[in-house]
Nanobody, 117 residues
Framework: VQLVESGGGLVEPGGSLRLSCVAS????????MSWVRQAPGKGLEWVSR????????WYADSVKGRFTISSDNAKSTLYLDMNDLEIEDTASYHC???????????RGQGTQVTVSS
């Protein structure tokens, strides 16, 4: 299994980014996928999840209304569109297979998002 994230960067508060996660080594459309993040000195925080068919999505309260998760099963790719970014969104963002509720493994190496003025 391999998960490779990209799309992170430095952005000002209120800005936007689109993260991507290319998956390989498993059948992408058969598992629940999630985005999780980890800020410096803090624990892993779940951000969003999507059902295997892409029809259902869930969000943490902290990002609801600002972030959108989506997937393209034909491309084995997971996305996270992040709008109206806040300083508190600064973290390393990882895509993960959510093998059971709240258990995120394996995870990718992550892509860094830094929100700063």
């Amino acid at each position: 299994v391999q998960l490779v994230e990209s799309g992170g960067g430095l952005v000002e508060p209120g800005g936007s980014l689109r993260l991507s996660c290319v998956a390989s080594g498993f059948i992408f459309g058969t598992v629940v996928m999630s985005w999780v993040r980890q800020a410096p000195g803090k624990g892993l925080e779940w951000v969003s999840r999507i059902s295997p068919d892409g029809a259902r999505t869930w969000y943490a309260d902290s990002v609801k209304g600002r972030f959108t998760i989506s997937s393209d099963n034909a491309k084995s790719t997971l996305y996270l569109d992040m709008n109206d970014l806040e300083i508190e969104d600064t973290a390393s963002y990882h895509c993960a297979i959510e093998t059971k509720p709240g258990f995120f493994a394996p995870r990718g190496q992550g892509t860094q998002v830094t929100v700063s003025s």
